[in-house]
Each structure stands twice: as structure tokens, then as C-alpha cells.
């Protein structure tokens, strides 16, 4: 016996049990690789992905739509049932 409380060793070895997850989680994923992104495509048919960590502001006026402004760019999205489209985005 180690002298610990039932309830030491339960926390003791669920934290053991934890760390393994986490480290196996970091080894096997590649989300810690990519950089989280709005992917938009242009009418042209362009395709720009602009990241979350640069935006600044997100504002949703139904008459205007949603305009996002980043450090470098402002994206005006039009259209109609843009509701869901904003509470994504934010």
C-alpha cells in the first residue's frame, strides 16, 4: 500500500490516465499545425482564407449584411438569411 487515500489514488492515477490522452492527442493530431481560417470564394470564383486570430470586429446589420474587418482587409457578406451565417462566424 502506498499510504494514500482511496480517493488519492483514484485523482492519482485519473491524472496519470489524463496525460497519457493528452500526450497521445498531441503526437497524433495535426490540428496544432493549421491555423484556424474563414475560407471565403469570391464572385470571381477567387478563393481567399483569411485568419480568425487577425479579426478584429464582426458586426451583422440585416439591411448590409456582415461585415468583418481584419488588420488588413474588410469582408462584406450580402445575401439573404444571413443569421446563421453571422452566428457561425462569431
Same mark, same amino acid.
Given at each position: 500500500?502506498?499510504? =494514500? *487515500?482511496?480517493?488519492?489514488? $483514484?485523482?492519482?492515477?485519473?491524472?496519470?490516465?489524463?496525460?497519457?490522452?493528452?500526450?497521445?492527442?498531441?503526437? *497524433?493530431?495535426?490540428?496544432?499545425?493549421?491555423?484556424?481560417?474563414? =475560407?471565403?470564394? @469570391?464572385? *470571381?470564383?477567387?478563393?481567399?482564407? @483569411?485568419? $480568425?486570430?487577425?479579426?478584429?470586429?464582426?458586426?451583422?446589420?440585416?439591411?448590409?449584411?456582415?461585415?468583418?474587418? $481584419?488588420?488588413? =482587409?474588410?469582408?462584406?457578406?450580402?445575401?439573404?438569411?444571413?443569421?446563421?451565417?453571422?452566428?457561425?462566424?462569431?
Amino acid at each position: 500500500m502506498t499510504g =494514500d *487515500s482511496f480517493l488519492d489514488q $483514484y485523482f492519482n492515477e485519473s491524472r496519470r490516465r489524463d496525460q497519457q490522452t493528452d500526450s497521445k492527442r498531441r503526437r *497524433s493530431s495535426v490540428a496544432g499545425a493549421y491555423v484556424a481560417t474563414l =475560407d471565403l470564394r @469570391l464572385a *470571381s470564383g477567387t478563393r481567399v482564407a @483569411l485568419p $480568425y486570430s487577425t479579426l478584429l470586429k464582426t458586426t451583422f446589420d440585416p439591411s448590409t449584411g456582415i461585415t468583418l474587418e $481584419y488588420s488588413t =482587409d474588410t469582408v462584406t457578406i450580402t445575401g439573404r438569411r444571413l443569421g446563421p451565417i453571422y452566428k457561425a462566424i462569431a
